[in-house]
């Protein structure tokens, strides 16, 4: 009997280390096969001078080449098969100029973009599809859009019977920035600025992944350009397996009435 095909949806290149990288490589290892999207080429992350993407002279084209090795190198050690690229530019923070180009992906045609990912799932008869909540886990513009172009893939798809988000629940991330506050880490955005109300109750299915946690953070260590993450990459074992240990997943869609599941695929053929 074949293993359903898990498909994530990630906005930047080191989403994919970043959210889930313990699901991924886990069900990897157990014969599914992994595939990932990944939205925008990222181009306006940090550069190869430290810059972001809003700093004066920030180099967009080595940066979409920097992060596209990173990416390729990162997806495979985080179990993927394929890695597709739906081809939009990066939109930047909120707030930020560059939201106003045309090819931004927050300013992208939900239905295309939609029908784009659909066929990707389909071709992949993948069962499981993975992305941001409603939020886009913390804000940003464009796993916002992710989300939104997810959500309505998943309704066109034939193949596609759950999609899940990843989320941290209150509890656990409140300890973590505590205990991250007292060793004086640097935290980027998407922890300081993540979803809030995430509570024990919504959590649909929460998988152990704590001997997959360096696994995680050597994938994160491969996106180097990006030094927003560099305390992730060094802090102590115990304290990333607080954040990382245990992944957390919120069922955002079902084909089907959903029974309480154990894990991501439980009940698929």
């Not at 100029?97 to 992949?124: G, M």
């Not at 060793?183 to 922890?191: D, R």
């Not at 992730?232 to 955002?252: K, P």
Request: with cysteine; proline share 3%; aromatic share 8%.
């Amino acid at each position: 009997m074949k293993s359903p095909t898990i498909l994530c949806v990630h906005a930047h290149p080191d989403d994919e280390a970043l959210f889930t990288a313990g699901a991924s490589s886990y069900y990897a290892d157990e014969g599914h096969r992994l595939v990932l999207v990944t939205c925008t080429y990222g181009q306006l992350g940090i550069d190869g001078a430290g810059r972001a993407g809003n700093i004066e002279g920030h180099d967009d084209l080595d940066t979409r080449a920097n992060r596209a090795g990173e990416l390729q190198r990162a997806g495979a050690l985080c179990g993927f098969e394929r890695q597709v690229s739906l081809g939009y530019r990066d939109s930047g923070m909120a707030g930020w100029a560059s939201h106003a180009h045309q090819d931004a992906f927050v300013n992208v045609d939900v239905e295309r973009a939609a029908r784009q990912l659909a066929a990707i799932i389909d071709a992949e008869e993948a069962a499981v599809v993975i992305t941001y909540d409603e939020n886009g886990f913390y804000g940003h513009p464009d796993h916002v859009s992710a989300h939104r172009v997810t959500r309505r893939a998943v309704e066109l798809s034939a193949s596609a019977e759950r999609l899940f988000y990843p989320v941290i629940p209150r509890r656990v991330l409140a300890e973590f920035v505590e205990r991250a506050r007292a060793a004086h880490l640097s935290m980027p955005a998407w922890v300081t600025d993540a979803t809030l109300d995430t509570e024990d109750d919504d959590v649909a299915v929460a998988l152990d992944v704590r001997h997959r946690a360096s696994l995680k953070q050597r994938a994160i260590a491969l996106h180097a350009t990006q030094i927003d993450n560099a305390d992730l990459v060094t802090m102590s074992a115990d304290l990333f397996e607080l954040l990382f240990g245990v992944e957390y997943y919120r069922l955002g869609w079902s084909r089907a009435a959903a029974s309480p599941l154990s894990n991501l695929v439980e009940g698929l053929s």
